[in-house]
């Protein structure tokens, strides 16, 4: 059954005035954003999103590290088994990473604190809020970076990971792409592409500017500068 956003703000209300407010994970605010970043996922304009859209996002943040992890979290609240993601489907991946009511894995975690971080304003540019693909966009492309000139272990690390991530999203995508069009793979080409790249190494840089021009569509995400971890 769909949720909306007025079924929830009545679920909230109702555990507020029981003394309960601290089970509510948004308030009706946040819940209001939450449904505004569903919608730009959402660019079909269908009430739903697959696992493609959903993708992108949690990989681009670091928060999953790729498609099989992804497709776990959508069959975790697909109970009707129809592979897409309605907005009620999107709360339930969010809310079952609430360590205080759920118990969620440490992944889940992170993509609930990621999303009650943004909802509340924690990454706010220059004390507005940023368009959320940009904010996606922005970040990607700031670890990205990183991966090569950042100024601790830490950084780098952290960066190295969602480049790799990206590169593996990137082949995986360019060869879904090829067979839709007829092309035909030797059987190795394919379990090479399905095997994950992970390299310590700093990245190629005609490889890096490669991937960093994949991801420049938009010209006024800017640089994003938080180091806050979700």
Same mark, same amino acid.
């Given at each position: 059954?769909?949720? =909306?956003? $007025?079924?929830?703000?009545?679920? #909230?209300?109702?555990?507020?005035? &029981?003394?309960?407010? !601290? ?9 209001? *954003?939450? &449904? ?28 999953? !590290? ?8 959508? #069959? ?13 489907? +999107? ?16 992944? *889940? ?5 990621? +999303? ?8 706010? $540019? ?5 368009? +959320? ?6 970040? &990607? ?10 100024? =601790?272990?830490?950084?780098? $690390? ?6 790799? #991530? ?6 995986? #995508?360019?060869?879904?792409? &090829? ?5 035909? @793979? ?7 592409? *399905?095997?994950?790249?992970?390299? =310590? ?7 890096? @500017? ?13 640089? @994003?500068?938080? !180091?806050?971890?979700?």
């Amino acid at each position: 059954k769909m949720q =909306t956003l $007025q079924g929830n703000s009545v679920i #909230n209300k109702w555990l507020k005035k &029981r003394g309960k407010g !601290d089970c509510i994970d948004f308030d009706d605010e946040e819940l209001k *954003k939450l &449904r505004y970043y569903f919608d730009c996922l959402d660019e079909k304009k269908q009430e739903a999103i697959g696992l493609t859209e959903l993708e992108d996002p949690l990989i681009a943040l670091g928060l999953v !590290d790729n498609r099989d992890e992804v497709q776990e979290i959508v #069959n975790d609240v697909d109970a009707d088994g129809t592979g897409k993601i309605e907005f009620d489907e +999107f709360l339930e991946i969010i809310k079952n990473g609430n360590s205080t009511t759920k118990g969620g894995s440490e992944k *889940k975690v992170k993509i609930y604190q990621f +999303f009650k971080n943004l909802t509340s304003g924690k990454f706010k $540019q220059n004390g507005k809020e940023v368009l +959320f693909k940009l904010f996606i966009s922005g970040y &990607r492309r700031a670890r990205i970076l990183d991966a090569m000139m950042g100024d =601790t272990a830490q950084k780098k $690390q952290t960066g190295m990971k969602i480049l790799n #991530n990206y590169k593996n999203q990137l082949a995986y #995508n360019k060869m879904r792409e &090829r067979m839709d069009n007829g092309e035909c @793979f030797e059987p190795e080409e394919i379990k090479e592409s *399905k095997e994950p790249f992970f390299s =310590t190494e700093p990245p190629e840089p005609e490889v890096l @500017f490669d991937i960093l021009a994949e991801n420049s569509d938009d010209k006024d995400d800017g640089a @994003f500068d938080s !180091d806050e971890d979700f």
